[in-house]
């Protein structure tokens, strides 16, 4: 098993951890064994959430007792390896970069020693992970930003952020998705809703998805947000292509 650990997270909760750090090879075993969890179909399982390195498991102790389940976990551990995870599927966040969407670019360009749109450029390069989510409903705790662009928190954290806020904080890069007191520096704001309580599918994006930033205009961004008042807008995807 490799040190995999399951703990015992509450009465009707456990948690199986697949190691001590946060990387992509780690998080990739939690999403395959999610996917191999799935497959199994165990009766009783009502819902799974992972996390940088572990998977929560939620079960309903009227259909399946915790030591059953444990064993079930662990020989789903042993018999079945790293089941294959399926392409991630790559969303596409169109993004206004800079101005007042993004009042901390200039900043984040001086720390950088390199001009906006260098930042931009960089910024928007990437596919990010995501990793998981949590701190609000929505928010996406994303991996892969580039050190280049790297900048401290503020030292004084904003009472309100508006939802929709692309930010960077140290080496990480996120979207606001409600608004909110907040501490990162603002390089831009989309317009899509990743969360929205009256859509069918409230939280836009899924752990083990990408994100990729797309900059867009003002007349675009306009355009955009138009759509995504009236329920119109679809985000755009792709598959991305594994290395």
């Known amino acids: ?3 995999v650990r399951i703990l015992l997270t509450g009465d009707c909760s456990l948690s199986v951890e697949f190691g001590n750090e946060i990387s992509e090879a780690v998080n990739r ?5 999610r996917a191999a969890l799935e497959n199994a179909a165990i009766p009783g399982i009502t819902e799974t959430v992972p996390t940088y390195r572990s998977l929560m498991v939620h079960y309903d102790p009227a259909v399946i007792r915790y030591d059953p389940l444990r064993d079930e976990l662990e020989k789903l551990l042993g ?3 790293d089941a294959p995870v399926p392409p991630g599927l790559v969303l596409e966040i169109p993004v206004l970069y800079g101005g007042e969407a993004g009042p901390d ?3 984040v360009a001086e720390h950088a020693g390199i001009n906006e749109d260098q930042v931009v450029r960089i910024h928007s390069s990437a596919e990010y992970l995501i990793y998981m989510l949590g701190f609000t409903p929505g928010f996406t705790y994303l991996g892969g930003m580039s050190e280049r662009i790297a900048a401290p928190r503020l030292a004084q954290p904003r009472l309100r952020i508006p939802s929709g806020s692309v930010g960077i904080a140290g080496t990480q890069t ?3 998705p409600v608004d909110s007191p907040g501490g990162w520096q603002l390089i831009g704001r989309t317009p899509v809703k990743m969360y929205d309580p009256e859509r069918e599918k409230p939280i836009l994006p899924e752990a ?3 994100i990729q930033f797309i900059p867009v205009a003002q007349k675009e961004y306009d355009a955009i947000l ?3 008042e009236a329920g119109t807008y679809a985000v755009r995807t792709h598959v991305r292509k594994e290395d």
């Open 1 to 3: 098993m490799n040190n």
């Open 29 to 33: 075993r939690v999403r395959s064994f």
């Open 79 to 81: 018999d079945s390896g």
């Open 105 to 107: 670019l200039p900043f």
């Open 174 to 176: 996120g979207i606001y």
């Open 208 to 210: 083990g998805q990408y």
């Open 226 to 228: 138009r759509e995504v």
